[in-house]
Nanobody, 123 residues
Framework: QVQLVESGGGLVQAGGSLRLACAAS????????MGWFRQAPGKEREAVAAISWSGNGTRYADSAKGRFTISRDNAKNTVYLQMNSLKPEDTAVYYC????????????????WGQGTQVTVSS
């Protein structure tokens, strides 16, 4: 089992940047595929990005391509989401998630979730 804690959210103006971090407990972090998801008020939780166990493979939702970068540091048990050129429509609670067998963009495939961090982008 793994426990996840997100950080780095906040209020930023449109066009700005934020870097989210997700710290995982345990000594088996490198055996989990990791994903970032987000949920805006009144909307379903949607995928943002995912990264493979080693970090060599990444996937992005269309909304994130070209603006967001997912990365991980297995020595620090942490996965990151660098978000650039932020837009008001990026406002949401951002969650990281972990899964032992996959690293895709389907939320139903992830077994472990953090509590989320709020990102608010003002226009």
């Amino acid at each position: 089992q793994v426990q996840l804690v997100e950080s780095g959210g906040g209020l930023v103006q449109a066009g700005g940047s934020l870097r989210l971090a997700c710290a995982a407990s345990g000594r088996t972090f490198s055996t989990y595929g990791m994903g970032w998801f987000r949920q805006a008020p009144g909307k379903e939780r949607e995928a943002v990005a995912a990264i493979s166990w080693s970090g060599n493979g990444t996937r992005y939702a269309d909304s994130a391509k070209g603006r967001f970068t997912i990365s991980r540091d297995n020595a620090k048990n942490t996965v990151y989401l660098q978000m650039n050129s932020l837009k008001p429509e990026d406002t949401a609670v951002y969650y990281c998630a972990a899964d032992r067998t996959r690293w895709d963009l389907r939320r139903e495939h992830y077994d472990y979730w953090g509590q989320g961090t709020q990102v608010t982008v003002s226009s």
